[in-house]
């Protein structure tokens, strides 16, 4: 974690242990998922009635949430070659922009960003369909949960991009790269993958199982 010998990092430290956090916030949201499905499921077999779950299930683009899916867990692996880079000191390219073996931090940085803006952007297309499908934050419980869940996770992708603005735009502004930089690549690498996981797992529990 780039910190003195023998000593991690503070920042890497202190993110870990804030992710660690974020973590418990999800965990709630996928048992309150759980929570109310049961429920709700429950109370339709009882009545005899279609379980909500499969209506609202049944309005999931699953093949386009899973090319959705597919472009987020690549930034993953974009980001990590920044972090390469980052602990190389190669902060931008040193060949042809061609040539993704010699791109720097920057590079990789850049690509992972629009990959993470594709992703929102889709999330977003997706919203603007389950909306004119008749699904909304107010609809029904199913409704209420989904928005809450994957919306919840859209701000925390969102707030990595912002992450990443910033995170780029000072290695313009500072005339060397600096060990600090560095340090500073690899955490919000920590919070880019953990976004990511969370999202597989949302994934498959929301598209996969239903």
């Known amino acids: 974690m780039l910190g003195r010998p023998g000593r991690p990092d503070a920042v890497a430290v202190g993110t870990i242990i804030w992710l660690a956090s974020e ?8 048992a309150a998922y759980f929570t109310i499905k049961n429920v709700t499921t429950a109370a339709a077999v009882k009545a005899g009635l279609t379980p909500l779950w499969e209506q609202g299930a049944g309005l999931l683009n699953v093949r386009f949430s899973l090319i959705n899916t597919t472009v987020l867990v690549l930034s993953s ?5 920044g972090v390469f880079a980052a602990e190389k000191g190669r902060v931008g390219r040193v060949g042809s922009v061609l040539n993704p073996g010699k791109w720097g931090m920057r590079e990789w940085y850049v690509l992972t960003f629009i990959m993470g803006a594709f992703f ?17 934050l107010s609809s029904d419980p199913y409704g209420s949960i989904f928005y809450l869940a994957t919306g919840f996770h859209g701000l925390h992708v969102t707030g990595g991009l912002v992450a990443f603005v910033l995170l780029i735009g000072r290695t313009y502004l ?3 790269f600096t060990h600090e930089q560095a340090v500073s690549a690899i955490a919000v690498s920590y919070y880019w993958h953990f976004v990511d996981v969370v999202w597989i797992a949302l994934f498959g529990v929301i598209y996969i199982l239903q």
């Open 174 to 176: 500072a005339r060397t």
């Open 23 to 30: 973590l418990m916030f999800f965990a709630g949201l996928f």
């Open 77 to 81: 692996v974009t980001c990590q070659m």
């Open 120 to 136: 929102i952007g889709g999330q977003v297309y997706e919203y603007a369909h389950l909306v004119h499908d008749g699904l909304t």
